[in-house]
């Protein structure tokens, strides 16, 4: 995982007959107008990052200047819909992104919807973006605060998933498929960067585009796998692996899960190492078909001796129980994984 940086270095001029596509995906603070996107596209042209293309099933929504207005931000929408709904998949077959900015969950924390089940929805999106594209760079806010007249505990909700955006997204990022979190919510006021204690005004969305911007110039300036200054996809052929949790029975204060991992580089693999980040203050108790360590709350497997080799697209998986969890929740983990190459 890689915290953005905070203030914007001069940048070098970026431009290609192969833009890099870049999604802005989320809800009404990416769209309905999502005027931001219009601060950072400009923003861009005027430092010499020419060679983007925003890319999204939607089209723009006025904001009173020309900017290239697609993008993927659904007015209303929950991150656990578009997840349990499986609605990603196929925007990301129609768009071909490079890289996602993703500022998604307000919806959510309105409805009360807990951090595990909205960082869970987090990581299957993760999934399905790097199963659209394996060299898949993600961006993702801690969101704005909230404070409308109608939910007092909006703005504390906000408080409570950002705190847990920067681990899962440790978890959750690959050397191959980077996941940088993006400040959003330091320094943005509700009474001045809003209209409504929710949705960005002019100042709002001169913030959010500030803070965007050093984080996808610095991802324009390394060079994004399948866009300009990538001249042969170098990375196709670097160890890479996703991993899957998935509940399979649970009791008063415990679960059974399985976790599948898949190889998605084009490469044999000689092993992997995954993360487990259990919630609901679960532990991992007991693994088979992998071997357990653990270290304040995070569990990590790596491989068994017979499960480890995979070739490319090929699937392995072990199981596991969890002690601790809250019996009025829905067992669930954060994981993330770490393959290793097969060695000639």
């Given at each position: 995982m890689?915290?953005?940086?905070?203030?914007?270095a001069a940048p070098a001029v970026k431009a290609s007959a192969d833009p890099v596509?870049?999604?802005?995906?989320?809800?009404?603070?990416?769209?309905?107008?999502g005027c931001w996107r219009a601060v950072l596209w400009n923003r861009l042209q005027s430092t010499g990052y020419t060679g983007v293309d925003f890319v999204g099933t939607l089209g723009p929504q006025g904001c009173g200047q020309e900017h290239d207005g697609d993008n993927e931000g659904h007015g209303g929408e929950l991150v656990t819909n578009t997840a349990d709904r499986n609605l990603l998949p196929a925007r990301l077959a129609a768009t071909r992104p490079d890289v996602v900015m993703m500022h998604f969950g307000t919806n959510d924390v309105w409805s009360n919807i807990p951090p595990d089940r909205i960082l869970a929805a987090y990581t299957k999106l993760v999934e399905q973006m790097r199963a659209s594209n394996p060299d898949m760079r993600v961006l993702v806010a801690q969101i704005i605060p909230m404070n409308p007249g109608t939910c007092a505990a909006c703005a504390q909700r906000v408080v409570d998933l950002n705190a847990r955006i920067p681990a899962w997204a440790g978890a959750t990022s690959t050397s191959r498929s980077p996941v940088t979190v993006v400040d959003q919510w330091t320094g943005f006021s509700t009474a001045t960067d809003t209209y409504d204690g929710v949705h960005p005004d002019a100042s709002g969305d001169d913030r959010i585009a500030a803070r965007w911007y050093p984080a996808l110039a610095a991802l324009l300036d390394e060079g994004v796998p399948g866009g300009p200054g990538d001249p042969g996809d170098p990375g196709d052929g670097e160890p890479a692996c996703t991993a899957t949790f998935r509940a399979?029975?649970?009791?008063?204060?415990?679960?059974?899960?399985e976790v599948t991992v898949t190889n998605t580089s084009s490469a044999?693999?000689?092993?992997?190492?995954?993360?487990?980040?259990?919630?609901?203050?679960?532990?991992?108790?007991?693994?088979?078909?992998?071997?357990?360590?653990?270290?304040?709350?995070?569990?990590?497997?790596?491989?068994?001796?017979?499960?480890?080799?995979?070739?490319?697209?090929?699937s392995a998986g072990f199981g596991l129980i969890a002690g601790g969890a809250d019996a009025t929740g829905s067992p669930s983990a954060t994981v993330g994984c770490t393959a290793r190459a097969a060695t000639s």
């Open positions: 890689i915290h953005a940086p905070r203030a914007a596509r870049v999604m802005p995906l989320g809800d009404s603070i990416t769209g309905s107008p399979v029975s649970s009791w008063q204060g415990g679960y059974q899960g044999p693999l000689s092993g992997w190492t995954v993360t487990v980040v259990p919630s609901g203050g679960a532990r991992v108790t007991q693994v088979w078909n992998g071997t357990l360590t653990t270290a304040s709350g995070t569990a990590t497997v790596t491989n068994a001796a017979w499960n480890g080799a995979l070739a490319p697209g090929a």
